[in-house]
T-cell receptor, first 113, second 113 residues
């Protein structure tokens, strides 16, 4: 069964550093998403991406965050200057249509020290 | 503020019994409703989706939707120890298809052998 893959599985960084989280969505999917889950809290929507542009973003997704599809397979989330409160599990997801179900990747655990 | 409410649990159910999980949502315009299962430290895995009032059955799982009461539930029949997980209710934001989901905090279910 096709799956969304994310790398790395764990990322440790110092506060103020830039991080890039990488995702390979399912190959025929057109919609891509980032969600995050702070330990013990709910899964939160960050951003959706379609046709090489952001289609929707939450209030969490401020100027420190950016997304990119640098080639035909990868989808990345960049955090420019990490803060302690950015520590969370970040999930990438994809779907083949905005009205179809989302498939989640296994996540990247980001720890900001 | 869109809200999805769930009892956090833990909910303990004997093996072989029926587990009943409940969720309420605040936005009457929501059209798509999902139940995800999340094992500790893992990504959400879609169990059921439901879009119309009434019941939808898939194997041991039954989702129930009542839009008038803004209520969605998940029944798990013949509960197994492998069903022990956190169950997340997710609801779409009106006007956004399924690309922007609001999640509840989840109900932690423990199946007692």
């Amino acid at each position: 069964e096709p799956e969304v893959t994310q790398t790395p599985s764990h990322q440790v960084t110092q506060m103020g550093q830039e991080v890039i989280l990488r995702c390979v969505p399912i190959s025929n999917h057109l919609y891509f998403y980032w969600y995050r889950q702070i330990l013990g809290q709910k899964v939160e929507f960050l951003v959706s991406f379609y046709n090489n542009e952001i289609s929707e973003k939450s209030e969490i997704f401020d100027d420190q965050f950016s997304v990119e599809r640098p080639d035909g397979s990868n989808f990345t989330l960049k955090i420019r200057s990490t803060k302690l409160e950015d520590s969370a599990m970040y999930f990438c997801a994809s779907s083949d249509d905005r009205n179809e179900k989302l498939f989640f990747g296994s996540g990247t655990q980001l720890s900001v020290l | 503020q869109k809200e999805v409410e769930q009892n956090s649990g833990p909910l303990s159910v004997p093996e072989g019994a029926i587990a009943s999980l409940n969720c309420t949502y605040s936005d009457r315009g929501s059209q798509s409703f999902f139940w995800y299962r999340q094992y500790s430290g893992k990504s959400p895995e879609l169990i059921m989706s439901i879009y119309s009032n009434g019941d939808k059955e898939d194997g041991r799982f039954t989702a129930q939707l009542n839009k008038a009461s803004q209520y969605v539930s998940l029944l798990i029949r013949d509960s197994q120890p492998s069903d022990s997980a956190t169950y997340l209710c997710a609801v779409n934001e009106p006007g956004f298809g399924n690309e922007k989901l609001t999640f509840g905090t989840g109900t932690r279910l423990t199946i007692i052998p």
